[in-house]
T-cell receptor
Framework: GQNIDQPTEMTATEGAIVQINCTYQ??????LFWYQQHAGEAPTFLSY????GLEEKGRFSSFLSRSKGYSYLLLKELQMKDSASYLC????????????FGAGTRLFVKA | ETGVTQTPRHLVMGMTNKKSLKCEQH?????MYWYKQSAKKPLELMFV???????ENNSVPSRFSPECPNSSHLFLHLHTLQPEDSALYLC?????????????FGSGTRLTVV
Protein backbone atom coordinates (compact mmCIF):
# COMPACT_ATOMS: atom_id res chain seq x y z
CA GLY A 1 0.00 0.00 0.00
CA GLN A 2 0.90 3.65 -0.06
CA ASN A 3 1.15 5.68 3.09
CA ILE A 4 2.77 8.65 4.73
CA ASP A 5 3.77 8.74 8.39
CA GLN A 6 4.38 11.83 10.47
CA PRO A 7 4.09 12.48 14.21
CA THR A 8 0.66 13.44 15.45
CA GLU A 9 1.69 16.29 17.72
CA MET A 10 4.78 18.23 18.72
CA THR A 11 5.39 21.03 21.20
CA ALA A 12 8.21 23.54 21.04
CA THR A 13 9.19 26.84 22.63
CA GLU A 14 9.08 30.26 21.02
CA GLY A 15 12.45 31.11 19.48
CA ALA A 16 13.56 27.48 19.28
CA ILE A 17 14.07 25.16 16.30
CA VAL A 18 11.78 22.24 15.55
CA GLN A 19 12.08 19.42 13.02
CA ILE A 20 8.98 17.63 11.75
CA ASN A 21 9.72 14.29 10.12
CA CYS A 22 7.85 12.52 7.36
CA THR A 23 8.41 9.04 5.93
CA TYR A 24 6.61 7.70 2.92
CA GLN A 25 6.08 4.50 0.99
CA UNK A 26 4.62 5.13 -2.46
CA UNK A 27 4.60 3.52 -5.88
CA UNK A 28 7.06 5.83 -7.59
CA UNK A 29 7.91 9.37 -6.63
CA UNK A 30 7.42 12.69 -8.36
CA UNK A 31 7.69 15.25 -5.61
CA LEU A 32 7.05 15.98 -1.95
CA PHE A 33 5.13 18.93 -0.59
CA TRP A 34 4.75 20.52 2.82
CA TYR A 35 1.62 22.52 3.62
CA GLN A 36 0.74 24.59 6.68
CA GLN A 37 -2.82 24.60 7.97
CA HIS A 38 -4.02 26.87 10.76
CA ALA A 39 -7.14 25.75 12.58
CA GLY A 40 -10.24 26.44 10.52
CA GLU A 41 -8.25 27.68 7.55
CA ALA A 42 -7.06 26.41 4.18
CA PRO A 43 -3.81 24.47 3.89
CA THR A 44 -1.20 26.73 2.31
CA PHE A 45 1.85 25.70 0.29
CA LEU A 46 5.19 25.84 2.10
CA SER A 47 7.70 23.89 0.05
CA TYR A 48 8.26 21.41 -2.75
CA UNK A 49 11.17 18.97 -3.01
CA UNK A 50 11.95 16.91 -6.08
CA UNK A 51 15.68 16.29 -5.70
CA UNK A 52 17.62 15.14 -2.65
CA GLY A 53 18.88 17.84 -0.38
CA LEU A 54 17.83 20.87 1.56
CA GLU A 55 15.62 23.66 0.26
CA GLU A 56 15.76 26.80 2.37
CA LYS A 57 13.11 29.49 2.36
CA GLY A 58 13.46 32.02 5.13
CA ARG A 59 12.79 30.48 8.53
CA PHE A 60 11.51 27.27 6.94
CA SER A 61 13.63 24.58 5.28
CA SER A 62 12.66 21.22 3.83
CA PHE A 63 14.90 18.23 3.31
CA LEU A 64 14.42 15.18 1.10
CA SER A 65 16.13 11.81 0.82
CA ARG A 66 14.46 9.79 -1.91
CA SER A 67 16.52 6.68 -1.24
CA LYS A 68 15.30 6.64 2.36
CA GLY A 69 11.75 7.77 1.64
CA TYR A 70 12.26 10.52 4.16
CA SER A 71 11.71 14.23 4.47
CA TYR A 72 11.71 16.79 7.23
CA LEU A 73 10.49 20.33 7.68
CA LEU A 74 12.72 22.53 9.80
CA LEU A 75 11.28 25.62 11.44
CA LYS A 76 13.73 28.10 12.96
CA GLU A 77 13.17 31.02 15.34
CA LEU A 78 9.74 29.72 16.17
CA GLN A 79 6.95 32.22 16.58
CA MET A 80 3.56 31.78 18.23
CA LYS A 81 1.91 32.12 14.82
CA ASP A 82 3.71 28.94 13.70
CA SER A 83 1.26 26.94 15.83
CA ALA A 84 -0.56 24.99 13.14
CA SER A 85 -0.81 21.60 11.48
CA TYR A 86 1.89 20.69 8.98
CA LEU A 87 0.90 18.30 6.21
CA CYS A 88 3.37 16.18 4.27
CA UNK A 89 2.15 15.15 0.80
CA UNK A 90 3.66 13.04 -1.97
CA UNK A 91 2.78 12.97 -5.66
CA UNK A 92 3.67 9.40 -6.55
CA UNK A 93 3.74 9.36 -10.34
CA UNK A 94 4.44 11.86 -13.06
CA UNK A 95 1.13 12.90 -14.55
CA UNK A 96 -0.85 11.17 -11.82
CA UNK A 97 -3.29 13.08 -9.70
CA UNK A 98 -3.40 10.96 -6.60
CA UNK A 99 -1.33 13.12 -4.31
CA UNK A 100 -1.20 11.33 -0.99
CA PHE A 101 -1.39 13.30 2.23
CA GLY A 102 -0.17 12.46 5.69
CA ALA A 103 -2.51 13.02 8.62
CA GLY A 104 -0.57 16.11 9.61
CA THR A 105 1.56 17.09 12.58
CA ARG A 106 -0.04 19.51 14.98
CA LEU A 107 2.62 21.89 16.30
CA PHE A 108 2.06 23.83 19.51
CA VAL A 109 4.42 26.74 20.14
CA LYS A 110 4.53 27.88 23.75
CA ALA A 111 5.93 31.04 25.21
CA GLU B 1 -11.12 38.14 -5.76
CA THR B 2 -8.16 35.77 -5.88
CA GLY B 3 -7.53 32.23 -4.71
CA VAL B 4 -10.09 29.53 -4.05
CA THR B 5 -13.37 30.49 -2.40
CA GLN B 6 -15.73 28.04 -0.76
CA THR B 7 -19.27 28.59 0.47
CA PRO B 8 -20.77 28.09 2.91
CA ARG B 9 -18.09 28.03 5.61
CA HIS B 10 -20.32 26.07 7.95
CA LEU B 11 -23.29 23.81 7.24
CA VAL B 12 -25.53 21.80 9.52
CA MET B 13 -27.94 19.46 7.79
CA GLY B 14 -30.29 16.65 8.64
CA MET B 15 -29.94 13.24 7.09
CA THR B 16 -32.91 13.81 4.81
CA ASN B 17 -31.81 17.23 3.55
CA LYS B 18 -30.30 18.14 0.20
CA LYS B 19 -27.62 20.80 0.10
CA SER B 20 -24.78 21.89 -2.16
CA LEU B 21 -21.25 23.09 -1.51
CA LYS B 22 -19.77 25.62 -3.88
CA CYS B 23 -16.17 26.26 -4.89
CA GLU B 24 -14.82 28.97 -7.14
CA GLN B 25 -11.28 29.66 -8.38
CA HIS B 26 -9.97 32.64 -10.30
CA UNK B 27 -6.42 31.39 -10.79
CA UNK B 28 -6.81 30.03 -14.31
CA UNK B 29 -6.08 26.53 -13.05
CA UNK B 30 -7.09 23.53 -15.14
CA UNK B 31 -7.90 21.07 -12.38
CA MET B 32 -10.21 21.17 -9.37
CA TYR B 33 -10.57 18.73 -6.51
CA TRP B 34 -12.81 17.80 -3.61
CA TYR B 35 -11.11 16.47 -0.48
CA LYS B 36 -12.60 15.26 2.79
CA GLN B 37 -10.67 16.07 5.98
CA SER B 38 -11.64 14.22 9.15
CA ALA B 39 -9.99 14.73 12.50
CA LYS B 40 -6.56 13.11 12.78
CA LYS B 41 -6.90 11.46 9.37
CA PRO B 42 -5.15 12.20 6.08
CA LEU B 43 -6.96 14.19 3.47
CA GLU B 44 -9.11 11.84 1.42
CA LEU B 45 -9.38 12.57 -2.29
CA MET B 46 -12.99 12.41 -3.44
CA PHE B 47 -13.20 13.79 -6.97
CA VAL B 48 -10.90 15.34 -9.56
CA UNK B 49 -11.95 17.41 -12.54
CA UNK B 50 -9.48 18.26 -15.29
CA UNK B 51 -10.63 20.74 -17.92
CA UNK B 52 -14.19 20.22 -16.70
CA UNK B 53 -14.09 16.45 -17.15
CA UNK B 54 -14.22 14.15 -14.17
CA UNK B 55 -11.01 12.13 -14.15
CA GLU B 56 -11.26 10.56 -10.73
CA ASN B 57 -14.03 9.24 -8.58
CA ASN B 58 -12.36 7.73 -5.61
CA SER B 59 -14.99 5.17 -4.55
CA VAL B 60 -17.16 7.88 -3.07
CA PRO B 61 -20.73 6.96 -2.06
CA SER B 62 -23.40 8.13 -4.47
CA ARG B 63 -24.90 10.42 -1.83
CA PHE B 64 -22.08 12.78 -2.88
CA SER B 65 -22.50 14.10 -6.43
CA PRO B 66 -20.02 16.52 -7.99
CA GLU B 67 -20.67 19.00 -10.76
CA CYS B 68 -18.22 21.13 -12.73
CA PRO B 69 -20.11 23.48 -15.06
CA ASN B 70 -16.96 25.35 -16.12
CA SER B 71 -13.28 25.54 -15.29
CA SER B 72 -13.82 28.09 -12.51
CA HIS B 73 -16.65 26.46 -10.58
CA LEU B 74 -17.10 23.20 -8.76
CA PHE B 75 -20.05 21.96 -6.74
CA LEU B 76 -20.63 19.06 -4.40
CA HIS B 77 -24.27 18.09 -4.10
CA LEU B 78 -25.22 16.30 -0.90
CA HIS B 79 -28.28 14.18 -0.16
CA THR B 80 -29.29 11.65 2.49
CA LEU B 81 -25.97 11.97 4.28
CA GLN B 82 -24.93 10.01 7.34
CA PRO B 83 -23.49 11.35 10.61
CA GLU B 84 -20.09 9.86 9.69
CA ASP B 85 -20.01 12.24 6.72
CA SER B 86 -19.49 15.11 9.14
CA ALA B 87 -16.08 16.56 8.26
CA LEU B 88 -14.28 19.49 6.69
CA TYR B 89 -14.71 19.45 2.91
CA LEU B 90 -11.88 21.16 1.09
CA CYS B 91 -11.83 22.30 -2.49
CA UNK B 92 -8.50 22.74 -4.24
CA UNK B 93 -7.23 23.71 -7.65
CA UNK B 94 -3.94 23.18 -9.49
CA UNK B 95 -2.33 24.15 -12.76
CA UNK B 96 -2.34 20.57 -13.98
CA UNK B 97 -4.33 17.53 -12.95
CA UNK B 98 -1.18 15.92 -11.65
CA UNK B 99 -0.90 18.41 -8.85
CA UNK B 100 2.77 18.61 -9.75
CA UNK B 101 2.81 22.33 -9.00
CA UNK B 102 0.99 21.98 -5.72
CA UNK B 103 -2.54 22.84 -4.77
CA UNK B 104 -4.30 26.02 -3.80
CA PHE B 105 -6.94 25.15 -1.22
CA GLY B 106 -10.11 26.87 -0.18
CA SER B 107 -10.86 27.41 3.50
CA GLY B 108 -13.31 24.53 3.46
CA THR B 109 -16.88 23.89 4.48
CA ARG B 110 -17.34 22.48 7.98
CA LEU B 111 -20.22 20.03 7.56
CA THR B 112 -22.18 18.59 10.45
CA VAL B 113 -24.82 15.95 9.75
CA VAL B 114 -27.39 15.55 12.49
Amino acid sequence: GQNIDQPTEMTATEGAIVQINCTYQTSGFNGLFWYQQHAGEAPTFLSYNVLDGLEEKGRFSSFLSRSKGYSYLLLKELQMKDSASYLCAVTPLTGGFKTIFGAGTRLFVKA
Amino acid sequence: ETGVTQTPRHLVMGMTNKKSLKCEQHLGHNAMYWYKQSAKKPLELMFVYSLEERVENNSVPSRFSPECPNSSHLFLHLHTLQPEDSALYLCASSQDHGGNYGYTFGSGTRLTVV
